[in-house]
Structure formats: structure tokens, C-alpha cells
């Protein structure tokens, strides 16, 4: 009876096995916005994230994961699977008068899904650019966007200021869209207008086609803004730190919340949830804390682009392990198609590169080298170090292996603790102002204390000429100036596109 019974636990396990592997499964991208290394729970954090840790816990916790120093670059990485090298964003995030955008002949994320039959949405900041409407969400993928389309704004009027022409004050208007449409919402807070956004498309999604949604949370990115509610969760905080801990409880809490609408509607258990940050936390007035790594938003040191992130679902078949192969924003576009069985016809050549085995069977990343960035338009600081090779008067940063090499001016490279922490800010400098070559082993040294540029000349030499090698690959770098058409005042007060 044992040996029957056996044979059909196993028969229907079977059944049940091929059964899934023919559903496509749901994919749930949340991305925080300047959500720092030590601000969640299990990086041992004073701001209490119970949710997050949770779904970590039950997942694959990435500890050696990479992330843009800024939004538009991370965002652009995302959807496009390139280097910004590729796609001319190299210099910065785009600003609201700034004709520029994601090139339109990369397929984003959202395309290649959609063309294998998933229902596609966007929650949230899109910040790719939407001086044309050809950029603007809806046509790159998404069968709806909600949210809004610059870099920052204020959480409830969702009014947003920038500059339009130089010399002149900073104008301002409200972006907030339903699709193409522009509106002035309710002062809801963002992320609880955000979150209730995702329930409704929840509650109504029909469950014949597997979903993508694409949650870009304002949260936590300044205006330091929050309900007095969540404060009440971290009262043992003050100043700029409560306001931003408030601001992560509110997201812990609004994400719980979009777990349950996913399970009472029945996608839950063929659902991928990926959660990470776009860039390292703004530290001090900002609220955020990237301790002990060096640096922070803005950055090319690790406190910049080391991210906050994890993987949770039954697809991947593993819970409670934390990965320290290395992975970067881009390699999601690859390893998402592929998971959805979609093709990678008719993109652009990829960085980006399929992580699926890695997460689901813990194979060693096929990633060794990753290009952090090359700026050309950064001010070029000190004199070349080598005339043989890359130019280390730019702004520069590459990982190869366990070596890291920073180039020009990667930003302030500060080792910032948090408010409560009892400890100094202890300064990065060096009294250099024109060193410009920075090499470190992250397997031994990952907070960048000690570097080993003249230690190791040749690992240095080496790895500026993967630089020089990629440099060669690299487009012309866009960055218009800003555009006084693009004036709220223009069109009812709002932002949206000017160009016809």
C-alpha cells in the first residue's frame, strides 16, 4: 500500500511539476527610490522593515548586487538591459526640460513581455524621459502607466520644479498621469496612492494571463514627507532619520499589504517578486544611511551602487539563502524574458546577462566584469597616470572579479554613519584633490579603505584597459540643455510632453 501510494504522490508531483513550468509566472518588480544599504531590517538597520525581511528570508537575498548612482541611469539600465554607454544617458538623470530619453530603438522590459502575452503595468516614477509622447510609458510596453514622469516632486500635491532655462528662477507644475492623461489627484500620500493603484489592477486582472508589474515607489526619496502614523513605529528616532524611517514604514507596510491582495486573488504562489533600490541612500538631510559602505547617492563608491535587493517566489525553488555572486540592475532584462520564455530578437546588443540558474540553482554568475559607468562630460581632475592606456582623469568605475577600479572624480567618498550611531563621519579625501586612480579588493575590503593602485600596478593597468576597451563601444553622450517650451505654464500647469 506504501509503494502505491508513493507512486502516486510522485505521479501527481509530476503533473503538478510540468503543469507550472508551462504557466508563465507573474512578475512583481518593486523598486524603492534611494533606499540605502543599511536601511533595511536585515542589514541590521535601526529602521524595523518586518515585511521586507520576511520576503527576503523566504527568497534569495543578494548581497553582491549593483545598481546605478543615480535614477535615470538604473532605470534606464532596467528596461533596456544596456550600459549607459549604449544609450547616451551616461552623464546623469534626466530633467524635466531636458529633450532626452531612453533611445526608441530599445525595446524596454515591458515590450518583450508584453509580446508573450503578458498584461503590463506601471505604478509610480518613470523618469525615462517624455519630451515626445513616443517616451512616454504607454508606448514603451505598458498597457497602463499611473504615477508620474520627472525625478522628484512633493509626495502629496505631487507638484515638481526644475529649472527650464539658465539664469532663471526654477518653474514649477504638477505631474501626475493616468496614462496619457494629465490630472491633479488627491493629496493622497504617494505610497499609499501607489499601493492602492496595485490592488485595484490586482483585483481586477484577469488571472488567463500572467501579470508584470512594474512598482516604482516614490518612496523614499526626498521631500522627507510622511503620514504622522508610521512615526509612530520608530519613536526611539529624531529629525531628518524619523521623517525617512517613517517614510520606510510606510513602504513595509504598503508592500504586506500588496502581498495580500496578490494572494486573496489566487497569484500568489506563481509569482516572482523582485524588490530593490535604484541607488545608494541620500545621506544626512536626506535621512539615509549607506554605513559602512563608503560613499552615497551620486557616487561611484560602493555606498552609490551596491544595492538593496531580493528575489521571492515558489518559481525559484529556494528560500533562506543569501547569494554573493555577482549581479547588476541590467541583468534582469535577459534573465525575465528568458524566465517568461520570450524572445530577445530585435533588441540592441545586451549587457545585461541571464541570471536564472543562479538565483534558482545557486550557479556561479557568468558575470566577471561589470562597467559601472564612463562619464565623459564630469569635470577631469589631476593628470593621466598612464599614457598607454584609459584616461584616469575620467570619471570612471569597473569591476572585475573581486577588483574594483575608480577612475576621475567618483563622487564624495565619505564613510557617513547614521544620526544615532554615535560615530563621526570620517572623510574619504585623503587630502588629494587630484588623485585620480583608486583600486581595491572588495572580497577583502569592501567598505574601500585600502587602496592598492600602487600596490598592484599591473591588476590596475589590466583593468584600465577593460575601461579603454569599453570606452571604444561607447555612443555619444546626451545631455541637451533644458528647454523653456517645456514650461508647465504651457500646457494647464502640468508637465508632460512639448515636442510634436
Not at 515558489?314 to 555577482?326: A, C, F
Request: proline share 6%; aromatic share 10%.
Amino acid at each position: 500500500m506504501a509503494k502505491v501510494l508513493y507512486r502516486y504522490v510522485v505521479h501527481i508531483s509530476f503533473i503538478c511539476s510540468a503543469l507550472c513550468q508551462t504557466q508563465k509566472p507573474n512578475i512583481l518588480f518593486i523598486l524603492a527610490d534611494d533606499y540605502g544599504y543599511n536601511d533595511i531590517g536585515y542589514h541590521g538597520s535601526d529602521i524595523r522593515t518586518p515585511v521586507l525581511n520576511k520576503l527576503a528570508d523566504g527568497g534569495v537575498t543578494l548581497e553582491n548586487y549593483y545598481v546605478q548612482p543615480l535614477s535615470t541611469p538604473t532605470r534606464s539600465q532596467l528596461m533596456s538591459g544596456r550600459y549607459q554607454i549604449h544609450t547616451g544617458l551616461q552623464h546623469g538623470d534626466i530633467t524635466n526640460a531636458q529633450p532626452n530619453g531612453l533611445p526608441l530603438n530599445s525595446p524596454t522590459l515591458a515590450d518583450k513581455l508584453k509580446e508573450v502575452g503578458y498584461s503590463t503595468h506601471a505604478v509610480g516614477k518613470w523618469h525615462l524621459g517624455f519630451y515626445k509622447k513616443e517616451f512616454m510609458p504607454t508606448n514603451r510596453g505598458f498597457d497602463t502607466h499611473y504615477g508620474f514622469l520627472s525625478g522628484t516632486e512633493n509626495h502629496y500635491t505631487h507638484k515638481a520644479c526644475a529649472l527650464i532655462s539658465q539664469g532663471e528662477p526654477d518653474v514649477c507644475g504638477t505631474d501626475f498621469r493616468d496614462g496619457l492623461q494629465s490630472f491633479n489627484s488627491t493629496i493622497t500620500y504617494s505610497t499609499e496612492l501607489y499601493r492602492d493603484r496595485v490592488l485595484d489592477i490586482v483585483s481586477k486582472h484577469d488571472t488567463s494571463k500572467p501579470l508584470f508589474m512594474y512598482l516604482a515607489l516614490q518612496a523614499v526619496h526626498t521631500p522627507l514627507q510622511v503620514p504622522d502614523e508610521y512615526l509612530k513605529s520608530v519613536p526611539y528616532l529624531s529629525g531628518y532619520r524619523k521623517t525617512y524611517a517613517g517614510m520606510v514604514v510606510a513602504m513595509d507596510q504598503a508592500i504586506d499589504k500588496i502581498v495580500a491582495a496578490y494572494q486573496d486573488k489566487g497569484l500568489w504562489n506563481n509569482t516572482l517578486l523582485i524588490f530593490s533600490t535604484d541607488n545608494g541612500g541620500l545621506v544626512k538631510q536626506g535621512g539615509g544611511s549607506n554605513w559602512p559602505l563608503r560613499g552615497f547617492k551620486g557616487s561611484l563608491w560602493e555606498g552609490g551602487i551596491r544595492g538593496v535587493a531580493f528575489v521571492h517566489g515558489n518559481v525559484l525553488g529556494r528560500d533562506q539563502v543569501v547569494s554573493k555572486e555577482l549581479m547588476h540592475v541590467s541583468d534582469w532584462y535577459p534573465t525575465l524574458v528568458g524566465l517568461a520564455g520570450g524572445s530577445l530578437n530585435g533588441t540592441q546588443p545586451l549587457d545585461g546577462v541571464d541570471q536564472w540558474k543562479t538565483l534558482s540553482q545557486g550557479s556561479t554568475s557568468p558575470r566577471e566584469i561589470l562597467l559601472h559607468n564612463i562619464d565623459p562630460l564630469t569635470r577631469p581632475i589631476g593628470e593621466r597616470v598612464y599614457n598607454d592606456t584609459f584616461d584616469t582623469r575620467v570619471r570612471a568605475a569597473l569591476r572585475w572579479k573581486q577588483w574594483k577600479i575608480l577612475t576621475g572624480n567618483p563622487g564624495n567618498g565619505s564613510w557617513v554613519p547614521g544620526e544615532c550611531s554615535g560615530l563621526e563621519t570620517k572623510r574619504g579625501s585623503g587630502g588629494e584633490p587630484t588623485k585620480n586612480l583608486w583600486l581595491f579588493d572588495l572580497s577583502r575590503d569592501p567598505n574601500e579603505m585600502d587602496d592598492l593602485s600602487d600596490v598592484y600596478p599591473d591588476i590596475s593597468k589590466k583593468l584600465l584597459g577593460m575601461l579603454a576597451d569599453a570606452n571604444r563601444t561607447a555612443v555619444p553622450c546626451s545631455y541637451p540643455d533644458p528647454d523653456p517650451k517645456a514650461n508647465p505654464s504651457n500646457f494647464g500647469g502640468f508637465w508632460g510632453p512639448w515636442v510634436l
